[in-house]
């Protein structure tokens, strides 16, 4: 079975890193590119063709948002928000980013993760695994 190629969008390098790393530790997930905003991402998505892609919103040049729609109408794939923008009390965000197209939300971590980092990893594993199996229609921008 081949993997679930998976494209990474954040700005943080750290962030970067980390989410790779989980992702990667599951046997059945590879990350196949990352970029640090929606222009870079736009510019790979084409190229590495990933089945699902995890964004970021608070980013510079082409924020999450703007991506969203983006690849919505031009390469349609399933996203997943990872951002601090989509925590519980952020409704507006959640329900633009899903409005927008977006499968999924996750709120990326706070700081100090401790021994919920394989909690998070077990989730953001599951969501892609989920998320690969889904099909999405072009949204017209």
Do not use: H, W
């Amino acid at each position: 079975m081949s993997k679930i190629k998976v494209l990474l969008v954040e700005d943080s390098p750290v962030a970067v890193g980390m989410f790779k790393k989980m992702l990667e530790s599951s046997p059945d997930i590879e990350v196949v590119g990352t970029a640090s905003d929606g222009n870079q991402a736009l510019t790979l998505i084409p190229k590495v063709q990933p089945q699902v892609m995890c964004t970021d919103l608070q980013m510079p040049n082409m924020d999450g948002f703007e991506l969203i729609k983006q690849v919505m109408a031009k390469y349609p794939l399933p996203v997943l928000v990872l951002s601090n923008a989509v925590q519980k009390d952020d409704i507006d965000n959640i329900f633009k980013v899903l409005q927008d197209g977006a499968l999924d939300v996750m709120a990326k971590p706070q700081a100090g993760l401790g021994d919920n980092q394989e909690a998070l990893q077990r989730t953001l594993i599951t969501k892609i695994k989920v998320l690969a199996t889904k099909k999405v229609a072009a949204k017209p921008l």
